[in-house]
């Protein structure tokens, strides 16, 4: 290759990298929303935020966030699916909200079909859920809490931030595929669910970094297992339970959705977009400095994924019955 067709392609390279995505090409000075279905200030919130502050700049367009919280997101949800297509709004959920609650009666929409009503613009980041066990329980390993759970005259306390929740369905993953005997503690949310691990009124939870991270800086506990099939780089050296759930997971995810009749262009060149801030280094870091993996998958890749976890986690739901009175 001679000076000339390198200085050519060094240019195409530039200028591609340079070139404002597709959807800035064509939706740029527009306004959209993203609506969410939970409270300000949780993780799905904060997930939407960071994402939307990346697109604002990246394609020139307003994405503002809107709370749309309760029914477990079935109110956001059911909004969003009744939205004309290309209208400009989207859903940010978790991926429970097409994946669990359909299969849960107390959880589920008399609305709306979501796996049916929604499609998937972007799978975006990965919740990390984390098991951390209190200081008092006297464990440093994950085998030893499994030998603890086992050999205890009682069964083990684990707190859980709400029924029917990505953290439950794992606590419930883990007695089974292990074969223990818990004693399953729901909080309305992380916050109480975390104090009173700390005062020693618990032995276990199931949380996310945000929620706990504070009081493993503190000593007051110490994560020993993630549930995500994978090591993570915001936790090096705490284990995967892959191996303990016997090759089986409870996903937990968070991704934008479009009502089902929005066109094919505005989902690829929204996806495209997404994919852009979320590989950027000031937004991944972000990310997982609070507790979320980035992801990138394809639009067919999170199709089959949601298709496949529906397939599992109605089976395996169908196998307990989840007590919402307590």
């Known amino acids: 290759m001679d000076r000339r067709q390198v200085l050519t392609s060094l240019v195409a ?23 969410v279905g939970y409270p300000a200030g949780g993780v799905v919130d904060f997930a939407a935020r960071t994402i939307a502050e990346g697109l604002n700049q990246e394609t ?19 909004f969003v699916a009744r939205q004309p297509g290309d209208s400009g709004v989207f859903g940010v959920f978790a991926n429970s909200t097409l994946t669990t609650n359909p299969f849960v009666p107390q959880l589920s929409s008399k609305s709306v079909d979501p796996l049916k009503d929604l499609k998937p613009v972007a799978a975006f980041a990965d919740m990390i859920l984390v098991l951390a066990v209190t200081d008092q329980l006297g464990v440093k390993t994950l085998d030893e809490f499994l030998a603890k759970a086992k050999s205890s005259p009682t069964p083990l306390r684990v707190g859980l931030a709400g029924i029917g929740s990505p953290h439950h369905l794992a606590a419930l993953l883990l007695e089974r595929s292990a074969q223990l005997n818990l004693n399953m503690v729901p909080y309305k949310g992380g916050a109480p669910m975390i104090a009173d691990a700390a005062g020693g009124h618990l032995d276990a939870v199931f949380t996310t970094i945000p929620v706990g991270g504070a009081m493993v800086a503190a000593g007051k506990l110490r994560w020993i297992a993630i549930s995500q099939p994978k090591t993570v780089p915001s936790l090096p050296g705490v284990p995967s339970l892959v191996n303990v759930f016997k090759g089986s997971s409870v996903p937990s995810w968070i991704g934008v959705f479009a009502q089902s009749s929005t066109s094919d262009e505005m989902i690829t060149s929204l996806h495209d977009s997404i994919n852009k801030v979320v590989a950027s280094p000031a937004i991944s870091e972000k990310l997982r400095k609070n ?17 496949d976890e529906a397939v599992f986690m109605k089976k395996f739901l169908s196998e307990f019955k989840l007590d919402f009175s307590a």
Do not use: D
């Open 60 to 78: 020139g367009a307003t994405f503002i966030v809107e709370n749309k919280a309760g029914a477990a997101s079935n109110i956001a949800c059911e």
């Open 291 to 307: 507790g979320l993996e980035p992801l990138n998958w394809t639009i067919p890749e999170t199709n089959k994924f949601i298709s």
């Open 13 to 35: 390279a530039l200028t591609t990298a340079m070139a404002p995505s597709s959807f800035a090409q064509k939706w740029a000075g527009k306004q959209y929303r993203f609506v």
